[in-house]
């Protein structure tokens, strides 16, 4: 029998993905519930989300406990396990290797050690199989060609399903709400696809149309040594009028250091503003750089990059649209 692949999100914008792989766990939230290590069934399950959370309507009761119900009772140690850092824009594949474990010491609760065997990069992976991955429940199955992409093998369909992709969780009600949370986040990510997919020259484009977009004039610096500033943005588009904004742009998968964004502020002057984009995002001491600079900076990785996108896109001029074209969509409310 076919060991099972999981998606198991490590919290709002994978916050918890360091911890997932350092700690060797996947582990959700809803710890309100208390410990679910005796037998329980699913409605009794749904009566203790009502009791912890009397907030969530119906609807969110019933899809939370049907997510919580096959972490405790649908795993199994062999299972497949991936989970999603946004930031790197890498899914880490491993291995269960425990049952379900409570622990009121954790910061989440609920758990299930894992052995984590490799990355996978976003971008080797089919647009499909992407789709696929985009849902924004916390936990579902994964099957069909995602499943082969994904282990690099095939697979036989069982007696009562198919070998088309049908990872979203039958089991979950697809409310409006569910629909357009899944749709949004799915765009998020293909948008920042896209994003990836430009060139260093482009990247420098698009900064630099956003900042027109928010209002700024721009100068790109000649390419060659430009001393850590790649755009100059003011009001008056010669860096004459504050604010002056100096922004550096790094187009790349690894991560930016402290030490970058030291040499960045190094190069400010005392009443300019500093941008420092970089896709590939950046580690903790380059993010406690940026917040002890006597100089206001900002760091923007590609989720916030997007967000920017989204937000500022429709006073985009024509240039800076050609480079990441949307299409806007209305959604019923």
Do not use: C
């Not at 010491?105 to 789709?131: A, C, G, M, Q």
């Not at 240039?319 to 409310?333: A, E, F, N, Q």
């Amino acid at each position: 029998m076919e060991n099972k692949l999981w998606m198991v999100r490590s919290g709002e914008s994978g916050y918890l993905f360091e911890k997932f792989i350092e700690q060797s766990i996947v582990a959700i939230g809803w710890n309100e519930i208390g410990d679910i290590s005796k037998k329980l069934n699913l409605e009794d399950l749904k009566d203790k989300i009502q009791a912890s959370y009397p907030n969530y309507k119906i609807s969110q009761v019933n899809n939370f406990a049907g997510q919580i119900f096959r972490f405790k009772n649908e795993f199994q140690k062999g299972d497949h396990v991936i989970t999603y850092n946004p930031e790197t824009r890498q899914y880490t594949l491993g291995k269960i290797t425990s049952d379900y474990k409570y622990s009121a010491e954790k910061e989440f609760n609920h758990y299930r050690e894992v052995k984590w065997e490799r990355t996978i990069p976003r971008d080797n992976l089919s647009t499909k199989t992407k789709n696929t991955l985009g849902s924004v429940l916390t936990i579902f199955k994964i099957t069909g060609n995602a499943w082969e992409e994904i282990l690099g093998k095939t697979r036989t369909a069982t007696s009562n399903e198919s070998l088309e992709d049908n990872s979203e969780d039958e089991e979950v009600e697809e409310t409006l709400d569910l629909l357009k949370e899944n749709f949004e986040a799915k765009s998020h990510e293909f948008i920042k696809d896209k994003v990836q997919a430009l060139d260093w020259e482009e990247m420098e484009e698009l900064i630099a149309g956003i900042l027109r977009g928010m209002g700024y004039k721009t100068i790109l610096t000649p390419k060659g040594p430009d001393r850590g500033v790649d755009i100059v943005a003011s009001p008056d588009g010669l860096g004459l009028e504050n604010p002056r904004i100096k922004v550096e742009v790094k187009h790349r998968q690894n991560s930016m250091g402290a030490s970058e964004i030291r040499n960045f502020i190094g190069g400010l002057r005392p009443n300019d503003k500093g941008l420092y984009v970089s896709t590939g995002g950046f580690s903790k001491d380059a993010k406690y750089e940026a917040e002890r600079s006597n100089n206001p900076l900002t760091l923007i990785d590609l989720d916030l990059l997007v967000h920017l996108i989204v937000q500022h896109y429709d006073q985009f001029d024509p240039g800076t649209r050609s480079l990441i074209p949307l299409k806007r969509i209305y959604w019923p409310v």
